[in-house]
């Protein structure tokens, strides 16, 4: 078996590729048309603006960006860089009006919401028919994750569960420097609550009214980088990141989400 340092610095190289590939596919996919209006939910402070949109010089009559954020301070940060960033709950109606936007960008957020599902109601309500929504996210459907469950480990996707102190002692070898330390507070910024494999993902996509016109996965862990983008395009069921780009294409299916 590899030395342990050794596993975690190789995760931590697949982790951060992973990542990179995700975005720039996700960033790519979101202007591959022109688009007007653009909602970025789960905003920050307002970093995809140029990150995903950079090409788009100002906002005009032509292209408008907007953010929802519960951070409160994110959200000062963004209207203080002239953004225009509103605080909202994602979990809760959108306080966007319907079927007003080009495109919804939700990159690595539905993983930290109560009602995932909802929201993804929610985004095709605000959209116009024939928008766009850009989704990216972890799949829990992966092979890494089934490895960590036989092994009697909680999987690192998540569900994470509300305690700082039994995360650190069942978390399985840490790929990612992003610190966990708010698993308890009310709103945790890094807590996985809901995540979905990408069939089921994508099914409910579907359900809702949206026409999914790429799906890919990013991540085919644990083999090596050399080996994983050719895993990555014949198996996307079993990565560990997923990106869907959808299109409103009809109504919303009556019932709850």
Known sequence: MWPMGLMRNALKKQYARTMRDAYAFARAQATLHPVAQILDCGSGSGHERMATFGSYATDDDQFRYSGLEWNRDDVKRGNA??????????????????????????????????MPCSFIGECHRVLKPGGKLIILTPNISTYFTAAQILLGRMPSSGPHPDSNRLIQFDQPPQVSDVMRDDLTLDTPQHRHLVVFSFRALKKFLQMTGFCVERARGFGYYPLPIWAQSFFERVDANHCHQMVFACRKVIPKFNGRA
């Open 81 to 114: 860089a002239g953004l225009h960033i509103r605080e909202a709950d994602l979990n809760k109606a959108l306080p966007i009006e319907s079927e007003s936007q080009d495109c919804v960008i939700a990159y690595s957020v539905v993983e930290h919401l109560l």
